[in-house]
């Protein structure tokens, strides 16, 4: 079965940090660049970061510029969301998604979703 596995959420105070982390079973990440998108409560999903197949290109959007950091390590299949400086405004459900490239982050232009994981940051 091919699936993305989200790990990592929690509950932090504003100012604290986590790390996500998306693994994946059944196939290869490294052919497949990563974005992570996350979801508020009564929010559309939008895109926060991604990471090309090889590493070499990163986007951020601007809200999180600064204080979030995606990486991979394709040898052990998976990708992390460094996330510091955490603000209320950061609540909600992360995903990790996979497709081709890092061009955009329209949800059905990509292949693979994870289930998701919770992030919860109290003020």
């Known amino acids: 079965q091919l699936q993305l596995v989200e790990s990592g959420g929690g509950l932090v105070q504003s100012g604290g940090s986590l790390r996500l982390s998306c693994a994946a079973s059944?196939?290869?990440?490294?052919?497949?660049?990563i974005s992570w998108f996350r979801q508020a409560p009564g929010k559309e999903r939008e895109g926060v970061s991604c990471i090309s197949y090889s590493g070499a290109i990163t986007k951020y959007v601007d809200s999180v510029k600064g204080r979030f950091t995606i990486s991979r390590d394709n040898a052990n299949n998976t990708v992390y969301l460094q996330m510091n400086s955490l603000k209320p405004e950061d609540t909600g459900i992360y995903y990790c998604?996979?497709?081709?490239?890092?061009?955009?982050?329209?949800?059905?232009?990509?292949?693979?979703w994870g289930q998701g994981t919770q992030v919860t940051v109290s003020s």
């Open positions: 059944g196939f290869t990440l490294r052919v497949y660049a």
């Open positions: 998604a996979a497709k081709s490239y890092c061009s955009g982050y329209v949800t059905s232009t990509y292949n693979y």
